[in-house]
């Protein structure tokens, strides 16, 4: 038998492999744009048989040959009417949902064009030069972590626009948190705000990033009055792990815990650290945000108490109350909060 290398026999294999990777990677694509659209519509009937409108143009299959995509025109997501009196619409001019190769446990969401928020009767039409979440897949189960970004956001307010150069955010959840692990994780890092119009410290806000966590079983149902009375008995909390603000002359770092009272409403305790805080709280009072005469009793509280930093730069550390839905700062009243009401059937 000849066993000799034959060029003849070696280069129509060589040239037919190209073929074969090729048509492999068709077939990859193929299935993947299918799983897309498969996962969506499942997701999709699961909202409606909640009572939710989910409602879009004819879908859009493409992104060959690095990435699989679905792209979504025109559309519109309502209801959330048991939680938020009123509901809440979300509409965007497309929005497509993307896996890249080789990342297929992640879906990028990009929303695309002008979009609008509703809640209620409130309306905030928003853009943004990019905007993308990216949300961790597993088979079976609903997304347990998921990451945003956008860039030049934009926002329409009643006073005006309100516009940020760049928003990053996460969130974590699990299903099976007892009373002390997080089953909620949000944060976010807004950075060069431009405020629609200026406020007592200014229409620029250099950064304002915070981060929260919901501990405890969160229970089921859709009564939000018996779920939050469920999860306060459980031993719910709300922790505030950090709230860090510059804005004007001040800077601003807090962490709190918060629960809910007898009466469901908010109530707690934390820490306020302030630099700057003299010349905040007098343009705070020139501009009427607090009264004259709570802005002196607090302008001789922040001379009482405040330090030097190993910078040399002057903090006031001051503990933060919520109780009877009043918010005081040591210990002195600043605002009455307004009452929550919480929904107690679903509409």
């Known amino acids: 038998m000849d066993r000799s290398f034959s060029p003849r026999r070696f280069w129509p294999a060589l040239l037919l492999l190209p073929l074969l990777l090729a048509g492999g990677h068709m077939l990859l694509w ?8 498969s996962s969506f519509a499942a997701w999709a009937d699961a909202r409606r048989a909640q009572g939710w409108v989910v409602a879009h143009g004819t879908p859009i299959r493409g992104g060959w040959p690095f990435a699989a995509t679905l792209r979504l025109p025109a559309i519109r997501v309502q209801g959330g009417a048991a939680t938020v009196p009123g509901g809440v619409i979300w509409s965007a001019e497309a929005m497509t949902l993307r896996v890249v190769l080789p990342r297929l446990g992640d879906l990028e969401v990009e929303a695309e064009g002008v979009q609008r928020l509703t809640l209620g009767e409130a309306a905030f039409p928003f853009t943004a030069d990019r905007m993308v979440a990216t949300l961790a897949l597993e088979p079976g189960v609903p997304p347990h972590e998921g990451r945003f970004s956008a860039d ?3 926002v329409g307010l009643p006073s005006g626009t309100l516009d940020v150069r760049s928003v990053t955010g ?3 959840t699990k299903a099976s948190a007892t ?12 950075r060069d705000m431009g405020l629609p119009m200026a406020g007592p410290l200014g229409s620029a806000v250099e950064y304002l990033r915070a981060e929260f966590a919901v501990t405890g079983p969160v229970p089921g149902g859709r ?4 779920r939050a ?6 031993g719910g909390t709300l922790e505030l ?8 002359p001040m800077d601003v770092e807090a962490a709190a815990t918060m629960a809910l009272d007898e009466g469901l409403q908010p109530m707690g305790a934390g820490t306020l650290q302030v630099m700057g805080a003299g010349e905040a709280l007098s343009a705070l009072a020139a501009a009427g945000a607090i009264g004259s005469r709570a ?3 607090a302008q001789a509280a922040v001379a009482f108490l405040a330090r030097s930093g190993a910078d040399g730069a002057s903090r006031v550390e001051l503990p933060l109350t919520i109780e009877n839905r009043t918010l005081a700062v040591a210990r002195i009243p600043l605002s009455r909060l307004p009452v929550v009401v919480w929904p107690s059937a679903t509409p």
């Open 295 to 297: 802005a002196v009793t």
């Open 30 to 37: 193929r299935w993947m744009g299918g799983q897309i659209e």
């Open 170 to 172: 996460r969130m974590d």
């Open 229 to 234: 009375e469920v999860w306060r008995d459980a």
């Open 152 to 154: 030049r956001l934009r």
């Open 241 to 248: 792990r950090e709230l860090a603000l510059r804005w004007g």
């Open 179 to 190: 009373e002390a692990e997080p089953a909620l994780t949000l944060a976010f890092d807004a």
């Open 223 to 226: 009564v939000p009055a018996q």
